[in-house]
């Protein structure tokens, strides 16, 4: 045998050793996390760790955030994590509920080292006046929008959720819940109707947790992954959250009988397994619901005017007064609700607002903006002086 054939034989055994070892690895690491598939570990998370897994981090779920620590769900069970290492500055990167991280096996306390990168994220903006994001959930596939049927339906409050759960990457889901407040069924068609004009794309399900009333329904479409349930205080979500989990997890309070608004009954975001399969984010009660960077969410709830913008006669329409815009037509022929118009303009006045406020450019774009409607305007009005005298 050559020593040149031995060195290619050998080079060969080497490669195969290693690819045995990683192969062996990356099953040890597959079979040790199988405790996690309930909660939403798959293949593609397991290569996504491999690296962290190769310096003996461990994987677990994030199922509960605390001031500088969390609740990870583990292989081995639930552990207490310091945060310290995955606190930056920077809010959109802070460790949250629904959060894959790489934990410290051992130590006291033990750290999460970091997080794996998010296929989702909910955002929204905070109520401060600096207007910076708050991730309320991360990795999910479902984004359940509570609607309370006691209180009279605020379409403009639906259209904000839809937005940020389109710009989330998740699949919007609209539960009216408290449908037993409604006993008449043409009452009730009414109102789902009313929300499905509202929510295009998106499917609308009265929901009772005290009948029962569509629960089954809602319990099969969250059990194929991650849902985040959304809305204000007094929506019923614990007691949906109850309802779907099949016990009294989520403490639940009463709603006031003079506007239905509720207390916050839960405080803190939860992440929660469901018997019939999936995972549940419960969150407290949200009372502003700021957009953040939400554009394409925004055209995604207001499709049919996004669809009627591309034939208007300017690309640049404003659908105010142009001639030729197909938006304005459709308002005057009664296809599309002035409503809608009203709250489509609304919501993308308050995006580009917040966008500005770090985004320098788009800030100047804003102004120059200003300035030359601002001159069209004083020269349409000059021009219509002279025509005066």
Partial sequence: MSSSFRSSHSSLDNSAFH??????????????????????????????????AEQGLVPGRVVRVDRGQCDVVTADGTLRADTAFVTPHDPMRVICTGDWAAVEPVGDPRFVRTYLPRRTAFVRSTSSNRSEAQILAANVDHAIIAVSLAVELDLGRIERFLALA?????????????????????????LVQDVETTAPGVQVLPVSATTGEGVEILAAVVAGGTSVLLGQSGAGK????????????????????????????????????????????????????????????????????????????F????????????????????????????????????NQRIVAKTDARLRAEIRRDWKAKGAEGRANMQAKRGRLR
């Fill in 19 to 52: 690819t045995a070892e990683f192969n062996s690895s990356e099953l040890n690491t597959s079979a040790s996390s199988r405790p996690l598939a309930a909660y939403g570990w798959d293949d593609a998370w397991a290569a996504e760790f491999a690296p962290y």
């Fill in 315 to 350: 690309h640049d329409c404003a659908h105010l007064a142009e001639p030729g815009c197909a938006v304005l037509a459709a308002i005057e022929d009664g296809s599309l609700a002035e409503r809608r118009l009203d709250s489509y303009r609304k919501l993308l006045r308050e």
């Fill in 166 to 190: 389109w710009e989330s990457g998740a699949q919007p889901l609209v539960v009216l819940t408290k449908a037993d407040l409604v006993p008449d069924p043409a009452g009730l068609s009414y």
């Fill in 238 to 313: 614990s007691t949906l959250a109850n309802a779907l989990l099949g016990e009294e997890v989520m403490a639940v309070q009463a709603a006031r009988e003079v506007d239905g608004k509720g207390r916050h009954t839960t405080t803190t975001r939860n992440l929660l397994v469901l018997p019939g399969g999936g995972v549940l984010i419960d969150t407290p009660g949200l009372r502003g619901v700021g957009l953040y960077d939400a554009e394409s969410g925004v055209g995604q709830v207001f499709a049919e005017i996004e669809e009627l913008a591309a034939d208007c006669r």
